[in-house]
């Protein structure tokens, strides 16, 4: 099993950058993917970017050009490094990891908050 642990999230201004990190603990050679997801009060989780081992990324329409997911090698840590911030960007931001048979693992959020 997999075990995820998020930190560095805060408050930044607007147009401000932060970085945060999720740390993989266990069984991290199962991992093939990892991603950033997040949940705004009121709204739907959403995806945010992800990473494969082999270092593909994807990302949402609404980051691109700002946000960057990068990682480790081998893959126990996955950043997301935030520039450019808005206020919508304000959300519990959620680490996963997608392992062998296709196991979903998530960690448990960190609070990012743009202030305007």
């Known amino acids: 099993q997999v075990q995820l642990v998020e930190s560095g999230g805060g408050l930044v201004q607007a147009g401000g950058s932060l970085r945060i990190s999720c740390a993989a603990s266990?069984?991290?050679?199962?991992?093939?993917?990892m991603g950033w997801y997040r949940q705004a009060p009121g709204k739907q989780r959403e995806l945010v970017a992800t990473?494969?081992?082999?270092?593909?990324?994807d990302y949402a329409d609404s980051v691109k050009g700002r946000f960057t997911i990068s990682r480790d090698i081998p893959m126990d840590t996955v950043y997301l490094q935030m520039n450019s911030l808005k206020p919508e960007d304000t959300a519990v931001y959620f680490c996963?990891?997608?392992?062998?048979?296709?196991?979903?693992?998530w960690g448990q959020g960190t609070q990012v908050t743009v202030s305007s």
């Open positions: 266990g069984s991290i050679f199962t991992i093939n993917r």
């Open positions: 996963n990891a997608l392992t062998w048979g296709s196991r979903l693992t």
């Open positions: 990473i494969t081992k082999g270092g593909t990324t």
